[in-house]
């Protein structure tokens, strides 16, 4: 069984990451085939074109992921002004450095491979790599975006707990309160519609369920199984019916966030019941930050460059998209064992008040 002081053997995190970067990654992968398609007039492969939202929840995952994180790590610790610093610097230090160099990479994809070569303003450039809202030159950069002014509001709700109140009522609050208010600035803005969305709720989702693996409201191996095939059947709804096209709405949070907790609640059961997941998900997991930033510019550039060098089409659509999914998953991995994991240790060691 798993404790508090074991956060690191939260394996049941792990499997949600991969789960949730594998998601993602299936989400994008149609969109080189395409290009592939065209190029050789073959048939596009889209059978997978119906299971889109599907997929896309695995944002959704990251997202209640988050918010369970950020309210475990902070239980039982002491809170003041260093502990408040270095979770702040922890945040960022995760999050940037890997986020700067894959911008770097995707803005000299996008020079090579667009007509004359592509420019962005100086301002463009530096608001993006501050991931700020309404600039994103990085297309998957709206939803770190999101993780952003959650790791923001919840800092700032640990902030005010060292003077009263409980943390996590405190973030809830703040968010609920930002929800409130920003409509009636200037809802027209993208800074307020980051503020409107009810995506952040889906990281207050995340904190119940830390509060229920705290007190250990989880459920047995039989039932948790349960929650898993129901999770499915709700899936199956949600695909076999359409949203309202309302974006990211309260609607979707209820389909798409709901099903998601319902996933997570359930694997972090059973590892708790003792229940082990396979060591390749685990190793996924692990890496589950850079197959999220790579994926879509791995897969791309392998197939633009293809397209560009006018090799021949040695392999069928559906063929290239599984090749495509196996490649971002490896060419991830290594980026992270080679790069995000040695530059993550040493920013922590430097720049980290222990």
Known sequence: MTNRSQY???NSLQILRAIAAILVCFSHVHFSTKVYSAHFNMPSYESLAKFES???????????ISGFVMAYVVTDKKINLKFCKNFACKRILRIYPMYWIVLSAYAIYSYIFSSGGQFHSFKTIVLSSLLTPGYRLLPISWTLTFEMTFYII??????ISIIEGDKFILAISIISL???????????????GILQSPLLYEFVIGIFIAKMYINKLLLPKLYAYLLIIIYFIIVYYNISTTLTPNGFSWEYI?????????????LICLEYRGVNFPQILHKIG????????????????????W???????????RTLTLFLLLFAITASYLAYITLEKPML?????????K
Do not use: C, E
């Open 8 to 10: 690191n053997k939260l």
């Open 154 to 159: 919840f800092t700032i709700s640990l902030l």
């Open 254 to 266: 209820i389909r798409w966030g709901g099903s998601s907790s319902l996933i997570v609640y359930a």
């Open 345 to 353: 240790k040493f920013t922590q060691k430097k720049f980290l008040n």
């Open 178 to 192: 930002a929800y409130a208010l920003s409509f009636l600035l200037q809802p027209t803005q993208d800074t307020f």
């Open 286 to 305: 692990d890496s589950s930050y850079s197959l999220y930033l790579l994926h879509a510019l791995l897969m791309t550039f392998f197939v633009k460059t």
């Open 307 to 317: 397209v560009k060098l006018d090799l021949p089409p040695l392999v069928s659509p």
């Open 54 to 64: 599907f997929f896309r929840s695995g944002v959704d995952i990251f997202f209640i």
